[in-house]
C-alpha cells in the first residue's frame, strides 16, 4: 500500500507545483492521475520515487518510509517501483535487450553491468517480457529503430523486469497515435492485473483514463479536486478539473468508444 | 522593423535610426582598431624586404625545384615517427580527456570546485601550443620522439575534453532519469544512461583530434622532439632547398591522406 | 503458456551484438591495431635512461617556474604580448576577407567547376602546413618581424575559414536559396539575401573562435622569427628564466580565458 501525508513541493524557482495532497492506494489498484498539464502530475509522481524530492509531507510504501532514505537505501526502494515515461526514455543507443536488462541495474554491481554480464535468471526473465510484450524477435535491435508503440513497449519490459511493486506511469501516451495508446494502456493495465500491482498513472485524455482505470484523480494548480470512480467525472467536475468547456461531447464520445473498445478487445 | 513618416510618406527602413547609429560606430570601432593594430605592425616591418620579397620567392622558387626525390629513403623513418607521435599522443590524451571531461561537465560533475579545477586544467591544455609543450619536454626528458608524444598529449586533453564536455552537457536527461529510476547507482548511471549517448561523438572528436594532431606533429621537429620537423629544420638551415621540396610534398600527402582517412572512418560512425 | 515451460524455453544467455558485424574484419581490425601499436612502440626508442635521469630534473625545472615572475622582464612580456594581439587581430580580419571569396568559390552550389577546383586548392594547401611552417618561409621572404607572423597566420585562417564556409553553404538549406533566386534576384544580391543570412550567425561564431586560435598560434610564431611574444618566451627558455617564462604562459593562458568569454558573450547577442 502507498501512503501519501500532505505531501507538498516547492520548486527553487518559487513554483508551489504540489499543495498537501494526501492520498492512499490500496494493493493492486491502478489509479488514473489526470489534470492540465502543469497540474503537477509529473511532480507528484517524481516524489514518489524521490527523482525530485518533496518538499514537506511523508510517503511510504509497505512499511517503508521513503522521503527520509539515504541514499543507498534509496536506490534499493527504487528498485521496487518500475517507471514508464512519456516519450518513453529508452537509451537509444543500447540494444532492446540492455534497455530491458537496464530495469535489473539496481540489483547487480557495477562491473557487471558494465561488461553486461547478467545473470541467467534475469536474462531469461527479459526473453519472456519481450515475448510477453510481444517484442521476442527484437531484441538485438537498437532502440532507435522502433516505433513509438514498440518503444513503450520495451518501456515497460523495463519497469517489469525490476519486479516492482508499484508502476510510475507518466503519460505513456502522449506521443502515440490513439490506437496505439490504447493497446498500450490495455497492456499496462493486463500486466497490473496480472501481477497485483498497483499503479499511479498520469495521463491527460480523459477517455482514457475512464476505460481503464477503477480510479480517478483530479489534479489542480497541485491539488487533488476530484478522488472517485471513472463515471463520476461530469461536466461539473471536470470544469473544475481543466476550466469551463462544453464537456457534453467529451462525455458522449466516451460511451460510444467504451463499447467499441470492448468491441476491440473483444476482438483481439 | 519600423517604418518613419517622412513626407513622401512611410519609408521602411531595416533599423531605427538610434539601432543604426549604434551599428554604424561599431563598425566604426572595429575599424578604428585594424587600422591602429596594422599602423603598429607596419612601423616594425622592413618595407624593403617585403618589397623584395617577390624576387626573393622566385629565387627560393627556383632553388626548389627540382625535388631531390633520392631523399625519400631518409625520410620513410621520419614519416613513420611522425604518425606515430600523433596516434599515441592522441591515445594517451584521451585516456585523461574523458576523467577530466566529466569532471568538468555540470550535469556530472561532483563539486563546483572540482569543476572550476577541471576547467583550468582544459583551458591551461589548450592555451599552450604543442610546440611549446614540445620545448619545455625536450628540456626535461630529452629530445626524441617521446617528447614529442607527451607533448601531443599533453595539448590534445584539453581540446578533447572541451569538446567532449560539451557533449556531455547535451545529452537527453530523460534517458539517465529512466536509468536513475531503476535504482542504479551513480557509476551506472554513467554507464548506461551517459556513455552510450556521447559515444558518437567521443568517436568523432577522436578521429577529429587525431587529424589536426598529424598536422602538428610535422612540426615538433623544429624544437627536437622528434618526426619529419627535424629534417625540415636542418634542411632549411643548410639551404638545402631541393630536400626541403621534397619534405614539403611528403607533409602535404600525409596530411592529405590522414584527412581523407578521418573523413572515412567520421563517415562510418555517423 | 505456464510459467515452468518458459522457464526452459528462453535462453539464459545474451551477448550484445558487436558494433562490426563482418566477424574477419572484426578481427582484422584488432589484429592489425595490435601489430601496429608494437611496431609503433618497439620503434619508438624511447631512452628510458635520460627519461629517468631527466625526471628529477624535471622536478627542479618545473620547480623553477615557481613563483612566476612578472617584473624582471615585464617591459618585454607586454611588447610581445601586444605585438601578438595586434597581429592577432588583423590576420583574424585580413584572413576572413580573404576567405569570403575563397569560401564562396570552393562551395559546389554556387562555383562553376574551374573556379571550385582553384579555391579547393588554395584551401588545401593552406589548411596542410601548419602555421609555423608558413610563418619560416614568411620570415624567408619578407624578414623577421610582426608582418611575417601577419602573413602566416591570414594564410592559415583562409584555409581554416573558407573550408567551414564552404561547408556551410553547402549545407544550407536549397528552398530558401531557390525562392529568393525565383524573385529574379541578381547574384549578389541572391548571395545577400539567401546565403548570407543562413551562414552567417555560425560565422561570427567561428571568426571569434579563428581569433581565440591565431592569438594561441602567434605565440609560436615568434619562434622562428614572425614577432610576437613567441621571441620572448624562446628568449626566456634560452636564458634559463623559467619563472619568466611561467609568467609569459600565465599571460597567454589568461588572454585565452578572456577571449573565450568575450566570445561567448558575443555569440549569446548576435544570437
Known sequence: ?268 | ?270 | MTDIQNQTEYPGKWKRPPLIKRGWLRWSLWIGAAIYLSLALGTMDINWGRVAEGLPRGQKFIAAFFPPDFTSRWESILDGILESIWMTVIATVAGIALSVPVGLGAARNLAPLPVYLICRSIVAISRTFPEIILAIFAVKLFGFGPFAGFLALSIATVGFFAKLLAEDIENMDPVQAEAIKSTGASWLQWINYAVQPQVMPRMIGLSMYRLDINFRESAVVGIVGGGGIGATLLTAFDRYEFDSAAAILIVIIVIVIGLEYLSGYLRRWVQ
Not at chain 2, 78 to 106: E, K, S, Y
Open chain 1, 1 to 268: 500500500m502507498l501512503q501519501l501525508k500532505s505531501v507538498s513541493k516547492r520548486y527553487k524557482t518559487g513554483d508551489l507545483a504540489l499543495k498537501n495532497v494526501t492520498l492512499e492506494i490500496p494493493d493492486g489498484q491502478v489509479l488514473a492521475l489526470i489534470g492540465p498539464s502543469g497540474a503537477g502530475k509529473s511532480t507528484l509522481i517524481r516524489c514518489i520515487n524521490r527523482l525530485v524530492d518533496p518538499t514537506e509531507g511523508s510517503i511510504t510504501l509497505g512499511d517503508l518510509e521513503i522521503s527520509s532514505l539515504s541514499s543507498w537505501a534509496l536506490r534499493k526502494a527504487r528498485r521496487r517501483m518500475g517507471m514508464i515515461f512519456q516519450e518513453y526514455a529508452l537509451v537509444e543507443r543500447l540494444t532492446v535487450m540492455e534497455n530491458v536488462l537496464s530495469g535489473r541495474l539496481g540489483y547487480v554491481g557495477f562491473w557487471q553491468s558494465w561488461f553486461r554480464r547478467f545473470p541467467a535468471k534475469d536474462i531469461k526473465e527479459a526473453y519472456r517480457l519481450l515475448d510477453r510484450v510481444g517484442l521476442a524477435h527484437m531484441a538485438d535491435k537498437r532502440a532507435d529503430e522502433l516505433s513509438g508503440g514498440q518503444r513503450q513497449r520495451v518501456g515497460i519490459a523495463r519497469a517489469l523486469i525490476q519486479d516492482p511493486a508499484l508502476l510510475l506511469v507518466d503519460e505513456p501516451t502522449a506521443s502515440l497515435d490513439p490506437k496505439t495508446s490504447r493497446q498500450i494502456m490495455r497492456l499496462i493495465c493486463e500486466l497490473c492485473d496480472e501481477r497485483k500491482l498497483s499503479a499511479i498513472i498520469n495521463i491527460h485524455d480523459v477517455l482514457l483514463a475512464q476505460m481503464f482505470a477503477k480510479r480517478v484523480v483530479g489534479l489542480q494548480l497541485g491539488e487533488i479536486v476530484y478522488d472517485g470512480p471513472p463515471d463520476g467525472l461530469g461536466p461539473d467536475v471536470l470544469t473544475q478539473i481543466y476550466g469551463e468547456e462544453d464537456w457534453e461531447a467529451t462525455i458522449r464520445k466516451v460511451e460510444d468508444e467504451d463499447e467499441e473498445g470492448a468491441e476491440e478487445a473483444a476482438l483481439s
Open chain 2, 1 to 270: 522593423m519600423p517604418t518613419i513618416e517622412t513626407q513622401d510618406g512611410p519609408v521602411w527602413k531595416r533599423r531605427t535610426t538610434a539601432k543604426s547609429l549604434l551599428t554604424w560606430f561599431c563598425w566604426l570601432i572595429g575599424v578604428a582598431i585594424v587600422v591602429y593594430c596594422w599602423e603598429l605592425v607596419s612601423e616594425r616591418t622592413i618595407w624593403f624586404f617585403v618589397q623584395d620579397a617577390g624576387t626573393q620567392a622566385a629565387d627560393m622558387a627556383s632553388r626548389m625545384v627540382p625535388p631531390k626525390w633520392d631523399y625519400m629513403d631518409v625520410l620513410w623513418q621520419p614519416v613513420w615517427d611522425t604518425i606515430n607521435i600523433a596516434t599515441l599522443g592522441t591515445g594517451i590524451a584521451l585516456v585523461f580527456a574523458v576523467p577530466v571531461a566529466f569532471l568538468a561537465a555540470r550535469n556530472t560533475t561532483p563539486h563546483p570546485t572540482i569543476r572550476a579545477i577541471a576547467l583550468l586544467v582544459i583551458v591551461s591544455s589548450r592555451s599552450i601550443n604543442s610546440l611549446i609543450w614540445a620545448l619545455m619536454l625536450v628540456a626535461i626528458i630529452g629530445p626524441g620522439v617521446f617528447a614529442g608524444v607527451i607533448a601531443i598529449a599533453l595539448r590534445s586533453v584539453g581540446f578533447c575534453a572541451k569538446l567532449l564536455y560539451e557533449s556531455i552537457e547535451e545529452i537527453d536527461p530523460r534517458q539517465v532519469e529512466a536509468i536513475t529510476a531503476t535504482g542504479a547507482t551513480r557509476a551506472q548511471q554513467l554507464g548506461y544512461g551517459i556513455v552510450p549517448q556521447i559515444m558518437p561523438s567521443f568517436a568523432g572528436i577522436s578521429v577529429f583530434r587525431w587529424d589536426i594532431n598529424i598536422r602538428e606533429s610535422t612540426v615538433l621537429g623544429l624544437v627536437g622532439a622528434g618526426g619529419i620537423g627535424i629534417q625540415l629544420d636542418a634542411s632549411i638551415s643548410t639551404l638545402a632547398w631541393t630536400q626541403v621540396s621534397v619534405i614539403l610534398l611528403v607533409i602535404l600527402a600525409t596530411v592529405l591522406v590522414s584527412e581523407w582517412v578521418s573523413a572515412k572512418v567520421r563517415a562510418a560512425i555517423i
